[in-house]
């Protein structure tokens, strides 16, 4: 069965940094794609970065240059290193994992079979 577990969330002020974690179980990271994605209130969900199985990254452009995905294949943990935090950050944040194989795929929600839970980040101003 697999498990993933998101950590790392809370409540910082403009331009504060964060560093979420995944740590998954049942799924080897090494084996497919994976992705963090949030949800706002009122929002739909929509993918942040995503990292395909042999390393290579995407992100929205809303976050480049601000955030940072990476994943430890040992330790079989996903982290997103989120830097200058802005109020429009804050959201409900989700890491997934897949099959899919395709780079421009990585930042659909579609594309993902198995979802965490998800950790809550506020951005005040």
């Known amino acids: 069965q697999v498990q993933l577990v998101e950590s790392g969330g809370g409540s910082v002020q403009t331009g504060g940094s964060l560093r979420l974690s995944c740590a998954a179980s049942g799924y080897t990271l090494s084996s497919g794609s994976m992705g963090w994605f949030r949800q706002g209130p009122g929002k739909e969900r929509e993918g942040v970065a995503g990292i395909g199985r042999g390393g290579t990254t995407r992100y929205a452009d809303s976050v480049k240059g601000r955030f940072t995905i990476s994943k430890d294949n040992a330790e079989n943990t996903l982290y997103l290193q989120m830097n200058s935090l802005k109020p429009e950050d804050s959201a409900l944040y989700y890491c997934?994992?897949?099959?899919?194989?395709?780079?421009?795929?990585?930042?659909?929600?579609?594309?993902?079979?198995?979802w965490g839970r998800g950790t809550q980040v506020t951005v005040s101003s």
């Open positions: 997934a994992a897949g099959e899919n194989r395709l780079i421009a795929s990585l930042l659909v929600p579609q594309k993902y079979a198995y």
